[in-house]
């Protein structure tokens, strides 16, 4: 097309058109220098989806600019009653004001396990109130955070590991995850050595065998974590059905395997044997 064409096509534009265009020009530009990924609404109005981008550049050019200050700082600094001068109720009481306190100003903890009430508030007052965030006000901007990402749960972590990594080997669209949860060095049933990629060979060329998987039950966990908190050993149930154009087969039982830490600190697994496959 001419440059003629092209300013043609430009004065014959409606302004929404024009305007979804810019958009998608600076669209470009941020994937391109920011490698910034965008999912938007398809129906969101261009002017709306302008004014978006708009907010988000001038967002990331003060961002830098920003001071950090402690959440007991964003909370006012209000003061609440240390954990040991306080009985079972006021704990419930306390406990309940300042969670109150912290979702009024978008601050949220989540707690996966179960904890006690009084853990959950010595820790808000004693270690999160000094917790640095963005000194930021945003209508609608949430801060989360989850309990178990500073008291990490062995329990917890090492029924993830077990449960993704089933999940994933049964669904061949998340293979590429596997290795993430297969310790470096892996032993099989009769005690040979893998490496962890020759594990996950092995789960791969297990799931070739069928067509598709559904997975019924992965529960009734028993874990049994060393002193050191390097190694555990496993027992869970485990269904699962196979099936394939001419047949259908279901795999139920238990299931073990001994988990390790891992370099980065995660629960890995070391060896695994379920129903129907181990390494």
């Known amino acids: 097309m001419s440059n003629h064409e092209d300013e043609e096509r430009l004065r014959n ?131 989360h955070f989850i309990y178990e990402e500073f008291y990490p749960n062995d329990e917890l972590d090492i029924k993830q590991a077990l449960t993704d990594f089933i999940h994933e080997m049964l669904d061949k669209e998340f293979h590429s995850f596997l290795n993430t949860h297969v310790a470096k060095i892996c032993r099989s049933p009769n005690g040979e050595a893998l490496s962890g990629e020759e594990a996950t060979e092995k789960a791969i060329a297990f799931t070739q065998l069928y067509d598709w998987f559904e997975v019924k039950a992965i529960e009734k966990f028993h874990i049994n974590v060393n002193d050191t908190e390097t190694e555990a050993k496993v027992s869970f149930y485990c269904r699962y059905r196979a099936v394939t154009n001419q047949a259908e087969v279901l795999f139920e039982g238990e299931a073990t395997a001994k988990m390790v830490v891992g370099d980065l600190g995660y629960w890995n697994i070391a060896e695994l044997r379920m129903p129907g496959f181990c390494f």
Request: hydrophobic share 40%; with cysteine; net charge negative.
């Open 13 to 143: 534009m409606s302004e929404e058109e024009r305007l979804r265009m810019e958009n998608e020009i600076e669209k470009l530009k941020r994937s391109a220098f920011d490698n910034a990924i965008f999912h938007l609404d398809e129906d969101l109005p261009p002017d709306a989806e302008s004014e978006w981008l708009e907010y988000l550049a001038h967002f990331e050019k003060n961002w830098e600019d920003i001071k950090r200050i402690s959440i007991e700082e964003k909370l006012g600094c209000p003061q609440f009653p240390p954990v040991e001068e306080l009985s079972a109720s006021e704990i419930a009481e306390n406990l309940d004001k300042v969670q109150r306190k912290m979702a009024d100003a978008g601050i949220f903890l989540t707690v996966i396990c179960e904890v006690p009430k009084a853990e959950i508030y010595r820790f808000i007052t004693e270690e999160l109130f000094q917790y640095e965030v963005e000194d930021v006000d945003i209508e609608g901007l949430q801060t």
